[in-house]
């Protein structure tokens, strides 16, 4: 392969049914991403979190701008990230849809700042977001740690298209 073949390769654009699945093979955790709208909670689940520092506590969180909560969470000056249980099924499911009335059936109470705190969740954190970045067809939050707890059960992890417990998973070496 000589180097200009290499170069046309690199830019040519993935098949979409390939980048589905090289990300069906990063297991990630499960989390749902919530606000208040004034005074109506939303969310929506979200795979895309990530830490960026311990100090100071700093997390993003990355949304489709076309998900019916972004707005809201675009103008939200907080907004909570749940890190789901595998006690949380039920939770992730109705997260994952587009009911209108995700709370409907589910337990939360009120953030320091407000934000919904999903009741049995494996962790819970609400941040204050500080700077919103344009990247492609989504929004990355960058968010500060301003509220964090953690429970007893066991999280819940994604991959290949499954849910699994993350508590129960069995170390290499």
């Known amino acids: 392969m000589t180097r200009s073949t290499s170069t046309m390769a690199l830019a040519s654009k993935p098949d979409l049914d390939v980048m589905k699945q090289v990300n069906r093979q990063f297991v990630t955790g499960v989390t749902v991403v919530t606000a208040l709208d004034g005074e109506t909670p939303r969310g929506l689940a979200v795979n895309a979190f990530s830490s960026i520092s311990l100090d100071p506590a700093t997390v993003m969180v990355c949304v489709q701008r076309t998900s019916s909560t ?5 103008r939200a000056s907080h907004l909570a990230i749940n890190i789901l249980s595998t006690d949380q099924l039920d939770v992730v ?3 994952a849809s587009k009911t209108e009335d995700k709370f409907k059936d589910v337990d939360w109470e009120s953030g320091p700042f407000g934000s919904p705190l999903i009741a049995r969740s494996s962790a819970l954190m609400e941040v204050e977001i500080r700077e919103r970045l344009q990247a492609s067809t989504h929004t990355v939050f960058i968010c500060r740690v301003v509220h964090a707890a953690v429970s007893e059960l066991p ?3 994604y991959g290949a ?8 998973l069995a170390p290499l070496g």
């Open 93 to 95: 499911g109705v997260f």
């Open 161 to 168: 298209g499954k849910f699994f417990d993350g508590g129960a």
């Open 70 to 74: 972004h707005d809201c969470l675009f």
């Open 155 to 157: 999280p819940m992890v």
